[in-house]
């Protein structure tokens, strides 16, 4: 037999030896093991594919942080991980890549995980179900219930790949530790089952960190990037990937053309790239050399002729014999600081794994896992504790019990929704949600899935009113009549659509705002030629693009002078006015609505102050939204008027009653004008409420920023365009594509806001300018060869 | 058929089966002095060429690499374009088998193919140039078409046992 169970001197011959061998006969770095110890041990590493463990007995084994794992399949279809290692003495137990154990072998039943040793043996959850001589060699001192294999985490997710944490307790549970970076690309990878068509690993002469920092000097001025939370990063190449998607060109169709990277922190790669996925994960070896494994993926259902096209396209990107990258000169500056600026985010992520972080955070935290002894005990949740009541999930209510988890909160959480069926997020409601034929909500439209809430243990509360407010008992009052007490209380119930005194009651005549709204215009439009929107906002304007490309007739009618007179500047108001009537629009500025005629009361048509009559089918109105702080005002806390208005906050987003926050659309800042209706704004003041709640830091307030998808136009601002202000002027710089602009609006010399047309890596410049408070030359922002970074202005 | 014609008949295939493990071992030779236009004269042109592996770690047979020879001009032509590993390859080629069609028009052979890297331009070049290393081992499954007595490629797939490779040279092996 060529195994030996014990090398006392742990000593390895220099010849011959494999990469294993060297590895573990190296004296490893103090630090590296560290590292290992503190990252890799407590990390969502995915270890394989569903795929190469298709049926019940299959097994595959793998290694994390120098500890062996073996994930198996078990006669119910369930995957398991297991520590690769026999509870008896230690040794390692199955030695093969991948196989089943459905027949027996040599040293092994069928069925079994058998160690070649001394023959225990353990079913595919790691049970152990016979120890050779039980009863003769231990009589009563020992029972095999006693010796399972060590069970880890693990979960299939992503597309099908297989995470194991080696921690029982995780910081954080998977799909809040990878679900928002892989949102992009989660229905393409998860439409239709995969499996693994290519695999080949390398060793690189590197550490795993510098690897990283090379994959992201690929960043280029084409690539949009997004950071997210735990040190994860996704670069889109272009904007090419909702034209695709309208094609029917995106992954897992084979003439895909998009190309997406999802970077997991430390360091796996979730490339999908044309027609084809290719995933690398890494493995370091020490301190200067990683394992990095390449798979490639097609969907099981390929035809040859699919499979043939792929494996072509994957062979030239990712094979081992494909070219290397071409031979370029050194990049220019500014890919350097994009560079930087998204490394510098991976380098903190370490910095707080290894708990080195200057501002002392660490992600390795336990959840409580038993209930206090002392305090008042959720049911639902488990926990006890002090007790946050939220009311309101809107995207500012969802983002703060996100926040505030996420800053170490570990009591109770209820959120009261009074909405059906969960928080929706917004902004695809005025575009792509309304050209779907359904008559309820998709899942995918949710702000969070149920199983979000449940394993963040956070109570969520639909279809719940919050009636009333007692702040000196700290209570609140639900609609079933329940009162329930609070430590601090968060009102984030949003704002609510302005209507018009003639619309209400009528049929067929919609305001926009809610999941519901949306689902009756969707149903109304599929019903209907013509449609008449009052408002030339963003809500209108999107609207009306969405049901252009419903082929319904459409007409805007705007009071102003302009469309998005109160938000955006002109020159790009302009644009958007051809934009809109080169698609067939009919765009009425500067006219007002006399009267709103109906028939039945079925909404008939809009009679303009000019005299002209515009007869449509339905009636959307679309002029703006007031806070909805009723429930507020109603409890004695300060808003804007006393009748209403927002809820006025200091900086922290507290509001007159120190245990009381309120956040997003219904909080307005007292040293501030303008309240902002975006999700930017609810995310933010969520994350300052939830860390003046948590006593955590700050979170650094950016500048604001928000888009707008209308047709084939992907528009994004950043900064706050001052309106009717004469001193405020734009400057037009073209794009480097075809159709891309941008208008950077000065105050004299200082930059105060950007619009960009098409083009989100000048977006990204601009932000980038206006966060660092940097204005670029007025002079010479028209000339597209400029560079606005670093250029030498700074804003006063 | 008399036994001179039967004479004549082995005298030919035997010297095919010597012309096609030349051809084997010229190719071997043109490929490690990366000698393209050699090569390509060895081809016909309907040469297709693969390099394959079965991978035990996911049970499949996989295509790591895949071209006909206008593909594989391309590829040659675009080299000097590319960051590419300089180590030169060192190919160890055995002829195992020949099998002549009964036309003799067609011929098939398998050879056992060891390649070595001799390091030159490595992470640290001061180090490790010089040094030589096993790079891939496997075996070509070569398929010929011959006219005039002269053998042609007009297949080869090489099957390799690695499923780990470094960083080395992305061409045909």
């Given amino acids: 037999m060529d195994f030996v169970e014990n090398k006392p001197n742990g000593s390895i011959d220099s010849d011959h030896v494999t990469i294993s061998e060297k590895v573990a006969a190296k004296a490893l770095d103090q630090a590296f093991i560290e590292e290992q110890k503190r990252i890799f041990k407590n990390s969502w590493v995915p270890v394989c594919h569903e795929s190469e463990l298709p049926e019940p007995y299959d097994f595959r084994t793998s290694s994390i942080g120098n500890e062996n794992v073996i994930v198996c399949r078990a006669p119910d279809g369930k995957i398991n991980a297991l520590l690769n290692v026999c509870p ?99 229905s393409q990878i998860s439409s239709e089952p995969l499996e693994v068509v290519h695999y080949h690993k390398e060793v690189v002469e590197t550490g795993y960190q510098e690897l990283m920092s090379q994959g992201l000097s690929s960043i280029d001025n084409d690539t949009d990037a997004t950071i997210f939370d735990y040190g994860h990063l996704v670069t889109t190449q272009g904007s090419a990937d909702n034209q695709d998607a309208k094609k029917g060109k995106s992954f897992p169709s084979p003439n895909a053309a998009s190309c997406t990277s999802v970077r997991i922190f430390p360091g796996f790669a979730f490339n999908l790239d044309g027609p084809t996925l290719h995933v690398s994960t890494i493995t370091p070896l020490n301190d200067k050399q990683v ?114 988890r996420k800053n170490g909160f570990v009591g109770r959480l209820t959120v009261f929704d009074r909405q059906v069926g969960g928080p929706m997020e917004r902004p695809p409601l005025s575009k792509g949600f309304l ?82 709204d949306a689902n009756a215009i969707r149903q109304a439009a599929n019903n209907s030629d013509t449609v008449v929107i009052i408002g030339g906002g963003y809500i209108g304007l999107e609207v009306a693009a969405s049901l252009r490309k419903k082929e ?136 300052v409420a939830a860390a003046a709640v948590t006593g955590s830091i700050a979170p650094t307030i950016q500048t604001p920023w928000f888009w707008s998808d209308q047709y084939d136009v992907k528009l994004q601002s950043v900064g706050v365009v001052p309106i009717n202000d004469d001193d405020v002027y734009q400057v037009a710089r073209p794009g480097k594509r075809e159709g891309a602009v941008s208008f950077w609006s000065y105050r004299g010399d200082d930059l105060v806001a950007v619009e960009v047309v098409n083009d989100p890596a000048t977006y990204m410049e601009a932000r980038q300018c206006l966060d660092t408070k940097q204005s670029p030359d007025p002079e010479q922002i028209s000339n597209p060869s400029f560079s606005p970074i670093d250029s030498g202005g700074a804003r006063s | 058929m008399d036994s001179e014609s039967n004479d004549m008949e082995n005298n030919s295939s035997a010297d095919i089966e010597r012309k096609i493990e030349k051809t084997i071992y010229q190719a071997a030779l043109a490929l490690d002095k990366n000698n393209w236009a050699d090569w390509f004269k060895l081809c016909d042109d309907s040469f297709f060429y693969s390099i394959t592996s079965f991978s035990p770690e996911i049970s499949k047979d ?89 053998p042609k490629f007009i297949n080869r797939e090489t099957k390799i046992d690695n499923r780990r490779l470094d960083k080395g040279s992305h061409w045909p092996l």
């Fill in chain 1, 88 to 186: 008896h003495r230690g040794m390692l137990i199955e030695r093969r890549p991948q196989g089943s154990f459905l027949e027996g072998q040599a040293s092994g039943n069928p069925k079994r995980i058998t160690c070649m040793f001394h023959a225990w043996q353990f079913d595919m959850r790691g049970n152990c179900v016979y120890v050779a001589r039980e009863k003769e060699g231990y009589q009563d001192r020992f029972c095999k219930d006693d010796a399972g294999l060590r069970r880890l985490r693990c979960e299939v997710n992503f597309g099908g790949f297989v995470w194991v944490n080696m921690n029982d307790q995780p910081a954080v549970f998977l799909e809040e530790w990878a679900g928002a970076a892989f949102s992009s690309i989660q």
């Fill in chain 1, 291 to 404: 394992m990095i494994e390449h798979r490639g993926l097609a969907p099981q259902a390929d035809n040859k002729e699919a499979r043939h096209l792929r494996s072509k396209y994957y062979n030239e990107k990712f094979g081992p014999f494909r070219l290397q990258e071409l031979s370029e000169p050194e990049q220019n500056e500014l890919d350097s600081v994009k560079a930087n600026s998204w490394y510098t985010h991976y380098y903190d992520e370490w910095l707080r794994w290894m708990d080195k972080h200057p501002n002392g955070e660490t992600r390795i935290v336990d959840l409580p896992t038993s209930r206090s002894k002392n305090g008042e005990v959720d049911e639902h949740s488990g926990l006890s504790g002090p007790h946050i009541v939220v009311v309101g999930a809107s995207h500012a209510g969802v983002a703060f019990v996100d926040k505030v």
């Fill in chain 1, 435 to 516: 050209l779907g034929g359904g008559e309820t909500v998709e899942s995918k439209s949710l702000l969070r899935q149920k199983k979000w809430y449940k394993n963040n243990r956070i109570k969520l509360k639909t279809q719940s009113n919050v009636e009333t407010i007692d702040t000196k008992k700290k209570t609140v009052t639900v609609s079933s009549g329940d009162v329930i007490n609070y430590d601090n209380l968060v009102i984030a119930s949003g704002a609510i659509p302005r209507e018009l005194p003639d619309t209400q009651g009528m049929g067929n005549a919609f305001t926009l705002r809610q999941p519901s």
């Fill in chain 1, 552 to 687: 319904m007739t459409v007409t805007v009618i705007e009071a102003a002078e302009r469309i998005l007179a109160r938000v955006a500047s002109k020159p790009l108001a302009d644009r958007l006015t051809k934009l809109h009537e080169d698609n067939g629009v009919q765009v009425l500025t500067g006219v007002g609505v006399d009267s709103i005629n109906a028939e039945a009361g079925i909404f008939e048509s809009v009679t303009l102050t000019s005299g002209e009559k515009i007869v449509g089918d339905m009636l959307i109105t679309g002029i703006g939204v007031f806070p909805d702080s009723t429930l507020a005002a109603s409890a004695g806390i300060e808003t804007q008027r006393k009748d209403g208005g927002a809820i006025l906050v200091d900086e922290a987003m507290r509001t007159s009653e120190k245990d009381v926050f309120a956040v997003g659309d219904v909080a307005l800042r007292r040293d501030q004008l303008l309240a902002i209706e975006s999700v930017h704004n609810a995310q933010e003041t969520a994350a």
């Fill in chain 2, 62 to 150: 996989m295509t790591y690499f895949s071209g006909d020879k206008k593909e594989l001009i391309g590829l040659m032509e675009m080299l000097p374009k590319h960051n590419t590993d300089h180590s030169p390859l060192h190919r160890h080629t055995s002829v195992y088998t020949i099998d002549v069609s009964d036309d003799g028009k067609t011929a098939e052979s398998v050879s056992s193919v060891v390649i070595y890297q001799n390091m030159l331009d490595g992470i640290n070049s001061h180090l490790d140039s010089g040094e030589s290393r096993l790079f891939v081992i496997g075996k070509y499954h070569d398929k010929f078409l011959i006219n005039d007595g002269v």
